[in-house]
Antibody
Framework: EVQLEESGGGLVKPGGSLRLSCAGS????????LNWVRQAPGKGLEWVGR??????????DYAPPVKGRFTISRDDSKTTVYLHMDSLKAEDSGVYYC????????????WGRGTLVTVSS | QSVLTQPPSVSAAPGQKVTISCSGS????????VSWYQQVPGTAPKFLIY???KRPSGIPDRFSGSKSGTSATLDITGLQTGDEADYYC???????????FGGGTKLIVL
């Protein structure tokens, strides 16, 4: 059974930093492309970024609102993907989901339960 | 403002059919595959359709997808009260080099 478990969410002040983790199991982690998707309270889904499996050219992609502030990395030995967020803004608040991609790199087949990030002073 | 456009809500009676549209452009839907997701409020989204019309294992054939040009549709037949949820389309935008979603459509089963 595929499982994804996010952690690291919490309350952070504007301008601050936070690192989210997502531990995966039940699938071939090292071959998986992993995405982050967020959802502001009462709003729709917003794609944040993705990391390809190691060795793939152009390893990461980011949504324009987070490019330059967020960094996605992975540690295949720990079957964990990370989302490091800097210069956080109020509009970055929401539930952050970790997902695997199915065939195309952006078709999101398995999702974690999400972790809540609140950016507020 | 979402890159992909969906109606905010649709409604139909149990047993009926509903269609949810998703409109984009040549940089996204027109040249990439579309997926659909179902989200019951308070839970994580669920993968419903990929590659425009294919169903993952376990998804009933009441759910079907199609794509034509720069638009995609999700059809749900034999509506059940358990189908009440928010539905999102998603794809890749080649110009943005980013994933994109529609704004979501709330399905109300009357």
């Amino acid at each position: 059974e595929v499982q994804l478990e996010e952690s690291g969410g919490g309350l952070v002040k504007p301008g601050g930093s936070l690192r989210l983790s997502c531990a995966g199991s039940g699938f071939s982690f090292s071959h998986a492309w992993l995405n982050w998707v967020r959802q502001a309270p009462g709003k729709g889904l917003e794609w944040v970024g993705r990391i390809k499996s190691n060795g793939q050219p152009g390893a990461t992609d980011y949504a324009p609102p987070v490019k330059g502030r967020f960094t996605i990395s992975r540690d295949d030995s720990k079957t964990t993907v990370y989302l490091h967020m800097d210069s956080l803004k109020a509009e970055d608040s929401g539930v952050y989901y970790c997902t695997t991609a199915h065939l195309r790199g952006y078709d999101l087949n398995f999702w974690g339960r999400g972790t809540l990030v609140t950016v507020s002073s | 403002q979402s890159v992909l456009t969906q109606p905010p809500s649709v409604s139909a009676a149990p047993g009926q059919k509903v269609t949810i549209s998703c409109s984009g452009s040549t940089s996204n839907i027109g040249n990439n595959y579309v997926s659909w997701y179902q989200q019951v409020p308070g839970t994580a989204p669920k993968f419903l359709i990929y590659d425009n019309y294919k169903r993952p294992s376990g998804i009933p054939d009441r759910f079907s997808g199609s794509k034509s040009g720069t638009s995609a549709t999700l059809d749900i037949t034999g509506l059940q009260t358990g189908d009440e949820a928010d539905y999102y389309c998603g794809t890749w935008d080649t110009s943005l080099s980013a994933g994109v979603f529609g704004g979501g459509t709330k399905l109300i089963v009357l």
